[in-house]
């Protein structure tokens, strides 16, 4: 038998202390450029998305609030927080809070330590710790980058009208207190995560959890002013999309990293988020032409959205024609709790979630999961999953208890949300006011940054010609609200 051809020096271990054995160069890279489209998704996507679907007074704020956020959570990820999520177990939902700051901890191999899963005998392990091929500084900046999303999208619930300082203040909280538990319960190698509950890329962990506490917090905050709860048009359609682009695309990375691994099983997920949110941005822009008569655009991101998050649960676990189903569903099941229930239901006239977290989030994300207990396949689940022979309600046999592990799952998740943020919300308040002045809420950006978005008039005011009051320019243009012609 002849000798294998020598290993080509790029890719062979040990060519520098840099390089050690374990290190996967590929894996490395993927996972890198995974965190990287994550990030971009909360920067500059939901930054630049912020700060266009809202009302222009409220641009800078919003955009603001989405930045800040990111921020705070990268310096409480690296200090305390990244250890709760997926150190050590301290109890079955939570980790040992400790920095990941060190180098001696950060460039070691990548692992996991409470994931390893033994059988019901407690001793013979049936899948090991999870170590994937790529150093713990990785693992740390790719699992932040989740994190600072997930608070971002709750942002979305109090654009606005929240107090900057009370959100200041409620971003590490709740990050602290709502985020760790959620991620080491499911992914951490938590009581759920040892049950077997399937999330593969968050729809639990972010987007139940985010859509929850976002209504949560807009119920505490209270709602916007009259004036903008009765019209608050968006200040550039274009800029939205532009913002749900990098979103949609991001999304690759969201879904395709979450393996551990440039592997078969990422490129599955990663097709199956693009077929599930084409679907969806399809099916909710025909039942808004169908019932409305007209196709809006954010509209079709709001669909977009939906269909993201709801194979998120399930994006590497599920066939494609699946995909398509869970995509017909979370672009028809979300659009009627937002557009008949939201407008009929007392508690969604009363609670003022600015960008429909709840229902794009919230409703999306349980969808997905429940979803995929319904449609997980067995060799996918084996490729990802830590309990061996799990598989959905469709495929027979145990598949059936999979639909209650994911239904439980998600309860404990929206449970620990309300009970939590309320606390958080409640304890914030008594330190800062939750909501902003009245003279805040009248003028804006200009009242609470100092700052506007654009040099120009208005808040979604037409261009008249024949009006009776003209600029000091002279021009036939009405200006009202803080913002006049600069």
């Known amino acids: 038998m002849a000798a294998s051809p020598p290993l080509p020096i790029a890719y062979e271990a040990g060519t520098s202390q840099a390089v050690p054995d374990w290190l996967n160069k590929g894996d490395n890279s993927w996972q890198m450029i995974a965190a990287t489209l994550v990030g971009i998704q909360s920067m500059p996507g939901l930054v630049i998305l912020y700060g266009s679907i809202v009302k222009k007074k409220w641009a800078v704020n919003s955009a603001f609030m989405a930045l800040y956020a990111f921020a705070a959570v990268v310096i409480c990820w690296v200090t305390w ?47 090991p710790e999870i170590d994937p091929f790529y150093p713990m500084a990785t693992m740390v900046w790719f699992q932040c980058v989740f994190a600072a999303i997930t608070v971002i999208i709750l942002a979305g619930s109090v654009l606005a009208r929240m107090n900057f300082k009370a959100w200041m203040m409620f971003v590490p909280l709740w990050v602290t207190f709502s985020y ?29 959890s985010s859509g929850i506490a976002g209504f949560t917090a807009a119920y505490w905050v209270g709602p916007r002013s009259t004036k903008d709860r009765e019209r608050f048009p968006p200040n550039n359609v274009l800029l939205t999309l532009a913002g749900a682009g990098l979103l949609w695309l991001g999304w690759a990375g969201f879904n395709g990293g979450d393996p551990y691994a440039a592997n078969i099983d990422s490129s599955m997920a990663v097709l199956n988020t693009n077929i599930t949110a084409a679907t969806s941005l399809l099916v909710w822009t025909w039942l808004d032409v169908i019932f409305f008569k007209k196709p809006s655009v954010v509209g079709a991101v709001q669909g977009m959205i939906t269909g993201l998050v709801c194979i998120t649960p399930g994006a590497g676990l599920v066939q494609g024609w699946a995909a398509i189903v869970m995509g017909v569903l979370s672009g028809s099941v979300p659009w009627f709790t937002m557009m008949i229930l939201g407008k009929k239901l007392k508690v969604f006239q009363s609670v003022d979630d600015t960008l429909a977290v709840f229902h794009t989030h919230a409703v999306a994300g349980f969808l997905g999961g429940i979803l995929t207990g319904l449609f997980a396949e067995p060799r996918l689940s084996a490729l990802f999953l830590p309990v061996t022979n799990s598989k959905g309600g469709v495929y027979g046999g145990s598949g059936g208890v999979q639909i209650l592990k994911q239904i439980v799952g998600g309860l404990f998740v929206i449970g620990w949300n309300l009970v939590v943020t309320s606390i958080i919300c409640v304890v914030v308040g008594l330190i800062v006011p939750l909501r902003m002045s009245d003279e805040e809420l009248l003028i804006g950006d200009d009242a609470v940054h100092g700052e506007e978005a654009y040099a120009l008039w208005g808040d979604g005011e037409k261009l008249s010609i024949y ?20």
Request: charged share 10%; aromatic share 16%.
């Open 81 to 127: 927080a990244y250890k709760m999520s997926f150190g050590k177990k301290l109890f079955p939902f939570w980790g040992r809070a400790g920095p990941a700051l060190g180098q001696r901890f950060l460039i070691k191999q990548a692992a996991l330590p409470a994931t390893t899963h033994f059988y019901e005998n407690g001793t013979l392990v049936e899948t």
């Open 180 to 208: 760790t538990v959620g991620a080491f319960s499911l992914w951490g190698g938590g009581f759920l995560f040892q049950w077997g509950v399937m999330d593969y890329s968050g729809g639990y962990v972010i987007h139940l």
């Open 467 to 486: 009006a009776e009051e003209t600029t000091h320019l002279g021009l036939g243009m009405v200006s009202s609200g803080a913002t006049q012609v600069v």
